[in-house]
């Protein structure tokens, strides 16, 4: 098994432009999620899926969106990038999404807005 | 308000020299506390969770122990290669999000 996966590992955009965040697991996990980690600080929720075409906001949504087709995937759209996007975002996914359920994460993308 | 924090932010050590990382929670409803090792570049992997107050878990030279405030994770005669970020997280009855303490930053020198 491969786990999470996320794609790209880094990406440097200007400010107004756009991308897609990849993420994938390959565990069958009902429940994905995006977080973004700054320094110095916790990681932040920024949108949750508990299964395929259900999804719902985090903490921190705003300037983002997200998408759940298959139970695989679950991409990260960023729209207008701003330099307080500047983050490294991960992915995590989890069985139940139960308050003791262990997350399980991809490795990170790191992006920075300039 | 629901808060985790860990201290110290940052913390060196000798190899050999124990140690113990901190988190302390204020929130309603404790239903698990984990502890994630955070290595440079990649995502936190998954050490520990503990339930109640009282209940202990080891993983080798590391042992997570509970309260109803706090949890301590010990670290006993480190080595370099467990130098890494250590994050806490709490999951709670009301909440189906985790709080997340910031990090320790351990560092081993040979």
């Known amino acids: 098994n491969a786990g999470v996966t996320q794609t790209p590992k880094f990406r440097i955009l200007k400010i107004g432009q756009s991308m897609t965040l990849q993420c994938a697991q390959d565990?069958?996990?009902?429940?994905m999620y995006w977080y973004r980690q700054d320094p110095g600080m916790g990681l932040k929720l920024i949108y949750y899926?508990?299964?395929?075409?259900?999804?719902d906001k985090g903490e921190v949504p705003n300037g983002y969106n997200v998408s759940r087709s298959t139970t695989e995937d679950f991409p990260l759209r960023l729209e207008l990038a701003a330099p307080s996007q500047t983050s490294v975002y991960f992915c995590a996914s989890t069985s139940s999404g139960g308050p003791t359920d262990t997350q399980y994460f991809g490795p990170g993308t790191r992006l920075t807005v300039l | 308000e629901d808060q985790v924090t860990q201290s110290p932010e940052a913390l060196r050590l000798q190899e050999g020299e124990s140690s113990s990382l901190n988190c302390s929670y204020t929130?309603?409803?404790?239903?698990?506390l984990f502890w994630y090792r955070q290595d440079p570049g990649k995502g936190p992997e998954f050490l520990f969770t503990?339930?109640?107050?009282?209940e202990e878990k080891e993983k080798e030279r590391l042992k997570a122990t509970l309260t109803k405030k706090e949890s301590f994770l010990h670290i006993t005669a480190p080595k370099p290669e467990d130098s890494a970020t250590y994050l806490c997280a709490v999951g709670m009855d009301s909440n189906y999000q985790l709080i997340w303490g910031a990090g320790t930053k351990l560092i081993i020198k040979p």
């Open positions: 503990l339930y109640s107050a009282g």
């Open positions: 929130v309603s409803g404790l239903r698990g």
């Open positions: 565990m069958n996990h009902n429940y």
């Open positions: 899926s508990v299964g395929a075409g259900i999804t």
